[in-house]
């Protein structure tokens, strides 16, 4: 097991399909994988129950001490509650970067020689700083969240992971959770919310805990599977300060993404404020009226909405730009059907607009879009929401 072909599998920098044509010789330019042994050697445990007892152990062993726990990130991938009780009974960190996932390319090879001339398969070994518990929360498994967390060397809820707000080379195969989620290109989970906090403040990607990821891709699964799971991220102390850099909150995220399960616990259970501020000076009122403009499929009703506004959400408060909820609805040249529906739900609430701009927004409405919003402006004046005399 300690032979020196065995070691020759862990930490090559370069990995190449490149075959010779002729399967008796080797092309001296390119590095084949090395891991083919261990392969044989778990199969060869899997014909026999006291082979595998004996040799399955060492094989999680080595894979801990030499491979960078990587059974334990994979199998969490999977889903594989077994394999990842190996892997940890086995000396698995919990808490260890991915290392699965190679930059991969076609490209010819680097020297022409007779045996490669054509394009090959490139892998380039490549670190990212998820690990499983990130894993876990971005593919919705309760299961194995709550496996990472409760065990004795547990995971911690809030080890951080940097995210690129752009693309990058390289991408993370054919993960369907992560065609699914984001570009194929994309290695890096941009949530929505993180994207409107860096549209209009410029911040370091680093910072992203489990809870971040779990919120992120909350679309796709239904909204009480990720209550649940942000319930089991929180019993073992996650911070609901989502995204450091940007100060980004679970609130922001939830308002973003329209949860209202999770919207509506935050606010009346966890008392948190609905005017919380991320490093943009954007509340979670900004966060979901950019959302719905900002994704394709988003919010369609006004339930959410509804909430911020019931537990005390400011519609007048501005972010770095100087931009209100209500600017966010206007400040468009296509007025649709929906954001006049939430111009006029936040100017029945109180949401007024500056003078200077007055003349900007009535230019862009129509006759029956500028009454019904005067006729709101109005009512918060009747109700006492609001003592603005303004018109458009």
Known sequence: MCAKEVSLGYEKYWESSCLPYETDKMCPFCMLPRFEVWRDVANLAATCRALYELVTPVLYRRDAEQNHSSALVISAKRGNIRAMKLALENGANADEDDHTMPLQWTNECFRHCEHCEYQVWWREPR???????????????????????????????????????????????????????????????????????????????????????????????????????????????????????????????????????????????????????????????????????????????????????????????????????????????????DRIKLSVMLAENGATLRERDLGLHSARLTDEQRDGLNAAFEEARISGKSNWNGRV
């Not at 954007?282 to 009226?289: A, D, G, R, S």
């Open 127 to 337: 670190r990212l700083d998820m690990s499983a518990l990130h894993w876990a929360a971005v593919c919705g498994q309760s299961n194995v969240l709550e496996l990472l967390l409760r065990h004795k060397k547990g995971a911690s809820p809030n080890k951080r992971a940097a995210v690129q707000p752009g693309l990058e080379a390289g991408n993370y195969g054919s993960l369907r959770y992560v065609e699914d989620y984001c570009d194929e290109y994309n290695a890096s989970f941009p949530c929505v919310a993180l994207q409107t906090t860096m549209g209009y403040n410029h911040v370091s990607s680093n910072g992203a805990n489990a809870l971040y990821f779990l919120l992120g891709t909350s679309r796709l699964r239904n909204h009480g599977k990720t209550l649940e799971m942000m319930k089991l991220l929180m019993e073992a102390g996650s911070s609901l300060l989502t995204h450091e850099a940007a100060r980004l909150h679970a609130l922001h995220q939830a308002a973003a993404y329209d949860n209202v399960e999770v919207t509506e616990f935050l606010l009346r259970v966890m008392k948190i404020d609905p005017n919380i501020l991320d490093a943009a000076g954007n509340t979670p009122l900004h966060h979901h009226i950019d959302s719905r403009f900002r994704v394709e499929g988003g919010a369609k009703d006004t339930k959410t909405l509804s909430l911020l506004l019931k537990y005390g959400a400011d519609p007048n408060m501005r972010n770095t730009d100087s931009l209100s909820p209500l600017d966010l609805c206007l400040v468009t040249t296509l007025l649709g059907g």
